[in-house]
């Protein structure tokens, strides 16, 4: 017997022992917030009743649909739903997605709707109470609302379809109340109903997704502190190098736009702001601390819950790929598409994927789904479209700041004005009496910086921190009338027959922003960087503002009036380019003839994956199927490719070079820039560019007590190295004595890079510093619970690669490494020119059971960058069993006998 295998059957014992002396001893919770362990444990109830696998086939008689709908799920797990309308469909999927997500859809409206507290306690109040003050739950009710009242077909077509789905989750329920996943068991409760509104605060959930955050605000604290630091003029036009202004052409360097036809990016140096006028400088930096300082305290106080703070922490660790290639590229004459959408790893992944088939109508469709969210697909394809999404950051949010008068009145455009008429709110919270929770809201939006006053404990009093100033968020989703036709358009587009009624259906597509690929079985391609936008008023701005939404707006001096909103008519696209490609790796939007004119777009990610791509996509020819797997996977790094040159010229500088320099530069000089997760190469590059990047900016925002605030793209530090090599940035602030160059701060940072990885693999053999075994992938259970999680895995690949596994080795300068959390949560590969030969990988899979067999969970797919049939020419449930041959389950449900 193999040694792993002797150390489960140990551990079982363990467990199985344990379970035996809790069951005995306990019989009463452990604290008020815990179920008894005994109802928990004891064979027959709690987590024993948790069902493992699916039944081999159920039969369900309901009032609740029209001529009945059969799901059989393939041998992954995957459900394929056949029936002859689309309200039977929603039903199917309103029942597989309770009967795999139930406890994921439940922790999700409690998010959304600010009812985490609950079930989990007081702990989860200043996390509910951030969710509130987002009014996801209220704008979800008022929206829902409006489609029930609504006459139009299109809504209520839609509110049909949502009703039956919501059916559908409420009769798993009912006919499954005593096999409730185990974390239900684990905190003790009960499922509640789903209803319209659950579906609609999810969609809300979404829609907050992308847009939501915090970097106006952020990005004035560090304007502030560069200003304090240098001066107003120099901090300025630092702050200018460092971060761009889009209005002015300045975008961070190496943009490969995903809309190219509205002009190049030069590789330019960048000049500052050349319209700064100096007069009232000393008028407006005297406010600017007391500003920046409440803004800053808010941060604070919003992070410490964990959804903000990653929110804050990470908006430029991630991306998704999306693109389409013409069928003039491609081996069979029609197009390939190809979809990679990156989230952060979770179980179970916020995806779900199905195959639903209207049998009476040419309606055949395969796509991703999110659990809860009614049923209406984020992206696949039919037999005739497809399309993809990658985040396009539209700036949809803006914050503005005010003078407060009383507890009733702040100061609006220099006038005194009343807030808006409250809202307030009931949070239940386990264990205590319900706490009531009061909205404030100005003009523009609700208030967040008197969080404190209702939860002290969990804002660390942030009221008094504020000077009496007020904050307030305004979002475009508040109060934009085309929120309601989220669900129409998307179920529209997946409805489509072609290009014009596809975008007829995306006409209204507002939020999320998103870059949408797209390819049709007539040869069509395009992209759209989808998603409206404000414009804004930007006279009357003090010198130092950029305007466009980059900075929060001072409302009591009227600033930030929004003129209008861009929406379908005026934003990017590219249709069936000359060069055959069309590419959304969530780089800037267009070139800079478009922000000449609409400068909405102030958040991108570097470039990297996307010139990547560009570059395998336009040397192609004659492409496949295994072409399309082979990028997605793809490890090279652009990144690398640029760099490890001027690091190695920098270390040719050195005269009597040691053992381990010599070693540095045999390895690198040999590398072929592919991030393997079994060569050494990649630790040693990621370690050296970690540092250098520490030792460039690091230093100086400390000395600004910056910490871990708004910092430049990895592209600018390239741009620094390649010119400007005497930047000031390099210059060490510890070192006064001595003014560091470029060369100076890479070669420093190689020693500290060797000596880290050294102590880290206990070895000086270079050979056995191996880029998996720093570089690994874990997906965390929803729980926290770290016996559900998946991993670590050592993976290959790098958040600059196509494959792109997101982790750091350095924590605050500290060597740290950390697993990759966040990447691809699905990938799908489309065939125009055979689709039986459509292919996808959900890893994690469809069940959100902790103890899912393997073939169910693909990691074993996922890991290994491979795929699974899509079955998508199965029409029947007779083709399904005639294509798959290991089905496991079948369930059909009819109407209730007359």
Not at 221 to 248: C, Q, T
Not at 261 to 273: A, T, W
Not at 543 to 562: A, Q, V
């Amino acid at each position: 017997m193999d040694t792993t295998k002797k150390r489960s059957i140990v551990s079982l014992a363990i467990a199985i022992m344990l379970a035996v002396i809790l069951i005995t001893v306990f019989a009463v919770p452990l604290d008020p917030g815990a179920p008894p362990l005994g109802k928990l444990l004891f064979p027959g109830s709690g987590i024993w009743k948790v069902p493992h696998e699916y039944p081999g086939s159920e039969h369900h008689r309901v009032q609740d649909v029209e001529t009945g709908v059969t799901i059989i799920r393939d041998d992954r797990g995957i459900p394929h739903i056949y029936a002859d309308n689309n309200e039977d469909i929603a039903f199917g999927l309103g029942y597989v997605h309770a009967q795999d997500r139930l406890f994921f859809m439940d922790l999700a409206r409690r998010f959304a709707r600010g009812q985490l507290s609950e079930v989990l306690g007081k702990q989860a109040l200043g996390a509910d109470m951030v969710s509130k003050t987002k009014l996801l739950e209220y704008h979800a009710r008022k929206t829902w609302k409006e489609l029930k009242q609504s006459k139009e077909e299109k809504y209520r077509k839609v509110v049909r379809y949502f009703e039956n789905y919501v059916r559908g989750v409420n009769h798993y329920v009912q006919t499954h109340s005593g096999d409730l996943p185990v974390e239900f068991h684990l905190l003790d409760y009960d499922f509640k109903p789903w209803t319209g509104e659950d579906c609609m605060s999810i969609a809300y959930f979404m829609l907050e997704g992308g847009p939501w955050g915090y970097w106006d605000l952020d990005r004035f604290v560090v304007l502030n502190a560069f200003m304090e630091e240098f001066g107003p003029r120099r901090g300025h036009s630092h702050f200018v190098n460092l971060f761009g202004n889009p209005a002015g052409g300045k975008v961070s360097p190496y943009q490969v736009p995903v809309n190219p036809g509205y002009g190049n990016y030069p590789d330019i140096k960048v000049q500052g702001n050349r319209v700064m006028k100096l007069s009232g400088v000393q008028d407006v930096t005297d406010r600017m601390p007391r500003i920046a300082r409440a803004c800053g305290k808010m941060l604070e106080n919003i992070r410490v819950h964990p959804v903000e703070r990653y929110r804050m922490l990470h908006d430029n660790m991630g991306g998704s790929n999306s693109w389409a290639v013409h069928g003039s590229k491609t081996a069979s004459g029609k197009p390939l598409a190809c979809a990679d959408s990156h989230e952060p790893w979770q179980l179970p992944n916020i995806y779900y994927e199905a195959h639903v088939v209207n049998t009476k109508d040419d309606y055949n469709f395969y796509g991703y789904y999110v659990a809860g969210g009614a049923g209406i697909p984020v992206d696949g394809h039919n037999s005739h479209i497809t399309w993809g999404m990658t985040v396009c950051q539209w700036d949809q949010l803006d914050w503005y700041y005010y003078d407060r008068v009383d507890e009733n009145h702040y100061i609006l455009d220099g006038k005194k004005k009343q807030f808006e008429e409250p809202i307030t709110f009931k949070i239940k919270v386990k264990g205590q009496d319900p706490v009531e929770y009061t909205v404030k809201r100005t003009v523009h939006g609700p208030v967040f910086s008197e969080l404190g006053e209702h939860a002290p404990k969990a804002f660390k009093h942030l009221p008094a921190s504020m000077d009496n100033v007020i904050i307030a968020a305004r979002w475009l989703s508040h109060t934009s009338p085309k929120v309601k036709d989220v669900g129409p358009c998307l179920l529209g587009m997946s409805m489509a027959r072609n290009m014009d009624e596809f975008r007829e259906a995306m006409k209204n597509f507002e939020a999320p922003p998103n870059h949408i690929t797209y390819a049709d079985d007539r040869g069509n391609i395009f992209v759209y960087s989808m998603g409206g936008f404000p414009v804004r008023d930007n006279s009357g701005l003090p010198w130092w503002h950029l305007g466009n939404g980059i900075f929060p707006y001072n409302g009591s001096k009227g600033e930030g009036k929004w003129t209008k909103v861009v929406g379908y008519e005026e934003v990017p696209r590219t249709i069936n380019p000359d060069r055959g490609f069309v590419v959304g790796a969530n780089q800037v939007a267009a070139g800079p003839e478009y922000f000449k004119k609409y400068a909405a777009q102030y958040r991108y990610r570097p470039s990297y994956r996307a010139r990547r791509i560009n570059e395998v996509l336009a040397a192609g020819k004659g492409l496949k199927v295994a072409d399309m797997k082979a990028l997605h996977t793809d490890i090279l790094s652009i990144k690398a490719r640029d760099l490890t040159p001027h690091f190695l010229r920098a270390l040719a500088t050195v005269k009597n070079k040691t053992d381990g320099q010599k070693e540095v530069e045999r390895l690198l000089s040999s590398w072929d820039f592919r991030m393997d997760k079994d060569k050494s190469a990649p630790s040693i590059f990621t370690a050296w560019r970690e540092y250098t990047y520490h030792g460039t900016f690091g230093d100086q925002w400390a000395k600004m007590k910056l910490s871990d605030r708004l910092q430049p793209m990895d592209s600018l530090l390239e741009k620094l190295i390649r010119r400007e090599p005497s930047s000031q940035w390099f210059d060490d602030v510890n070192t006064p004595e001595k003014r560091e160059t470029a060369n100076d701060i890479i070669l420093s940072s190689l020693e500290k890079a060797l000596a880290s990885l050294e102590d880290f693999f206990g070895t000086g053999d270079m050979n056995a510093w191996k880029w998996g075994s720093l570089h690994k992938l874990e997906f965390v259970h929803m729980t926290e619970i770290k016996a559900f999680n998946y991993g670590p895995v050592p993976i290959s690949g790098a958040l600059d690669t196509v494959w792109a596994p997101k982790n750091e080795l350095l924590q605050n300068g500290t060597f740290d490494p950390t697993n990759a959390t966040r990447g691809a949560h699905h990938r799908m590969i489309v065939d125009f020119g055979n689709l039986a030969n459509c292919i996808s990988v959900l890893p994690g899979g469809n069940s959100g059971s902790t103890t899912s067999r393997a073939p169910f969970n693909q990691f074993d797919l996922f890991i290994g960058g491979e795929y699974h049939s899509e079955y998508f020419t199965a029409l029947t449930p007779e083709k399904l069993k005639e294509q798959c041959e290991d089905v496991t389950s079948t369930i059909t449900i009819m109407p209730e006998e007359e």
